[in-house]
């Protein structure tokens, strides 16, 4: 079965600060990644994804991942962060070809941006 | 235009009662969710449904039982509420037969059983 772990539970930063948020995975086969961002008092949006091709990934709010595949990772990463990004941050994977579009999702990470 | 709208978004309920919790989905999508998000923001899926088929069917206690009358609803009814219960439960969507697996998220139905 897939699995996801986050290494980071709760992050505190700086406004400016560059931040990376680690993301691994455990599944041999072929996945589709995700990363989602949930505001305080809201539900799960999608920040970006990866299905194929180039390995680094743009999505909104100026966010980036890049999809190692001999790592199984997929970590997120935006240059200087500002206090709208404090929220929680959900990485998933999923398993194609099983599980039926199941996605995992890791645990969450807590990113708290200090004014 | 709500693409994933869940009702109601707040439920308060005593032990022993049971209640339901809507879902729908007007994006056309071919696969529905419900997952559980706990007290500590863990994230866990409970059931999915392809084409009203049930398709993932979690370890989750039998007083918990997902209808779905046509693609586009996945409803989830609880018997015998208890306070562990308490969560917040999103619904979700995505159209799995299009290869889109990324899944849409309702607002969250925020339960508290006391």
């Known amino acids: 079965a897939q699995s996801v772990s986050q290494h980071n539970h709760h992050v505190i930063l700086s406004e400016a600060a560059s931040l990376e948020l680690g993301c691994n995975y455990s599944?041999?086969?072929?996945?589709?990644l995700f990363w989602y961002v949930q505001y305080p008092g809201q539900h799960l949006q999608l920040l970006l994804k990866y299905f194929s091709g180039d390995p680094l990934v743009k999505g909104i709010k100026g966010f980036e991942a890049e999809f190692i595949k001999s790592k199984f990772s997929f970590n997120l990463r935006k240059p200087s962060v500002q206090w709208s990004d404090t929220a929680e941050y959900f990485c998933?994977?999923?398993?194609?070809?099983?599980?039926?579009?199941?996605?995992?999702f890791g645990d969450g990470t807590t990113l708290t941006v200090k004014p | 235009d709500t693409a994933v709208s869940q009702t109601p978004k707040y439920l308060v309920t005593q032990m022993g009662n049971d209640k339901s919790i809507k879902c729908e989905q007007n994006?056309?999508?071919?696969?529905m969710y419900w997952y559980k998000q706990d007290s500590k923001k863990f994230l866990k899926i409970m059931f999915s449904y392809n084409n009203k088929e049930l398709i993932i069917n979690e370890t989750v206690p039998n007083r918990f039982s997902p209808k779905s009358p046509d693609k586009a609803h996945l409803n989830l009814h609880i018997n015998s509420l208890e306070l562990g219960d308490s969560a917040v439960y999103f619904c979700?969507?995505?159209?799995?037969?299009?290869?889109?697996?990324?899944?849409?998220f309702g607002q969250g139905t925020r339960l508290t059983v006391v």
């Open positions: 979700a969507s995505s159209h799995l037969t299009t290869g889109l697996t990324e899944a849409f």
């Open positions: 994006l056309g999508h071919d696969t």
């Open positions: 599944y041999g086969g072929t996945v589709n």
């Open positions: 998933a994977v999923n398993a194609l070809n099983t599980n039926a579009g199941k996605s995992t």
